[in-house]
């Protein structure tokens, strides 16, 4: 699996992207250690009562495991939150030094970012357009004004019409940095970026690994699928045949990555 060319960028944007992955996942960990916490205590309880009768808890006694459930699970959180803050300042304060900043990973252009990324973004963009209500459009306009994206990019999903490390989608990749450079030169300040938008849309660049390449793409081919079924429906008789023959290649070109 060859992996798409990238500019000679801080290494500390892949290190940064770890850091909000790792952090993405810190709310659902500390919810399921808070429970643990919760049942452990609970089962404590039940288990002193033919001992020592539940007296000692007095009226708390239903009381303690929720109450150790939420203290551990909040104290984890926050102590992880905690440690995220010091690294990514750290991390700031590296990508500073190099002329980059921190929350705006496409400042200085999409070098350092995978085709399968950008592909996954691209793909979401497409699928957001198609949806209803202001957080739909917020995101969309976010996705926009990040990398470049437009209605005008020749990109189509739902089958794909370019593939990774291919000549189109090097050019696809030309046309989004110029429109960032534009929006550079005319003083307009992109976004700033953070947790929540990363937990979204996982904003910032990730260095793909085979497996994490692999879970990529299969992220963009499962949007790209369920916008040819909202197309043509469930069954899929009105596919058009070159339609029908692109997806059956998107997917198969997938299934051989997997099986290698």
């Given at each position: 699996?060859?992996s798409?060319?990238?500019t000679?960028?801080p290494?500390s944007?892949y290190e940064l992207?770890?850091?909000?992955a790792?952090?993405g996942?810190d709310?659902?960990r500390?919810?399921?250690e808070g429970?643990?916490?919760?049942?452990?205590?609970?089962?404590?309880?039940?288990l002193?009562?033919?001992l020592?009768g539940?007296?000692w808890a007095?009226?708390?006694?239903?009381t303690i495991p929720v109450?150790a459930?939420?203290?551990?699970?909040g104290?984890l959180?926050?102590?992880r939150?905690?440690?995220f803050?010091?690294?990514?300042?750290?991390l700031?304060?590296?990508?500073?030094?190099?002329?980059?900043d921190?929350?705006r990973?496409?400042?200085?252009?999409?070098?350092?970012?995978y085709?399968?990324?950008?592909?996954?973004?691209?793909?979401?963009?497409?699928?957001l357009?198609?949806?209803?209500?202001?957080r739909?459009a917020r995101?969309?306009?976010l996705?926009?004004?990040t990398?470049?994206?437009t209605?005008?990019?020749g990109f189509?999903?739902?089958?794909l019409?370019?593939?990774?490390?291919?000549?189109?989608m090097?050019?696809l990749?030309?046309?989004?940095?110029?429109?960032?450079?534009v929006r550079r030169a005319?003083?307009?300040e992109?976004?700033?970026?953070g947790?929540r938008e990363d937990?979204a849309?996982?904003?910032f660049?990730?260095e793909?690994t085979?497996?994490q390449?692999?879970?990529t793409?299969?992220?963009y081919?499962?949007?790209s699928c369920r916008l040819?079924?909202?197309r043509y429906?469930?069954g899929?008789?009105?596919?058009?045949?070159?339609v029908r023959?692109?997806?059956e290649?998107?997917?198969g070109?997938?299934?051989?990555?997997?099986?290698r």
């Amino acid at each position: 699996m060859r992996s798409s060319p990238i500019t000679e960028l801080p290494s500390s944007w892949y290190e940064l992207g770890r850091l909000y992955a790792l952090a993405g996942e810190d709310v659902r960990r500390a919810t399921m250690e808070g429970f643990a916490v919760a049942f452990a205590a609970g089962a404590s309880v039940l288990l002193s009562a033919p001992l020592f009768g539940t007296a000692w808890a007095g009226p708390f006694a239903v009381t303690i495991p929720v109450a150790a459930g939420l203290l551990f699970g909040g104290g984890l959180l926050g102590w992880r939150r905690a440690r995220f803050a010091r690294r990514r300042k750290a991390l700031s304060g590296t990508l500073h030094a190099a002329g980059e900043d921190a929350a705006r990973p496409t400042l200085g252009g999409l070098g350092a970012y995978y085709d399968v990324q950008l592909l996954l973004l691209r793909c979401e963009y497409e699928y957001l357009r198609g949806r209803r209500g202001a957080r739909a459009a917020r995101s969309v306009r976010l996705l926009e004004e990040t990398f470049g994206f437009t209605l005008e990019d020749g990109f189509e999903c739902g089958p794909l019409n370019v593939a990774p490390d291919t000549g189109e989608m090097e050019a696809l990749r030309g046309r989004w940095e110029a429109r960032l450079a534009v929006r550079r030169a005319s003083g307009v300040e992109l976004p700033a970026l953070g947790l929540r938008e990363d937990r979204a849309f996982r904003v910032f660049p990730r260095e793909m690994t085979v497996p994490q390449e692999l879970a990529t793409r299969g992220a963009y081919l499962g949007i790209s699928c369920r916008l040819l079924r909202e197309r043509y429906g469930d069954g899929g008789m009105a596919v058009p045949e070159d339609v029908r023959r692109r997806a059956e290649r998107d997917l198969g070109e997938y299934r051989a990555l997997v099986r290698r």
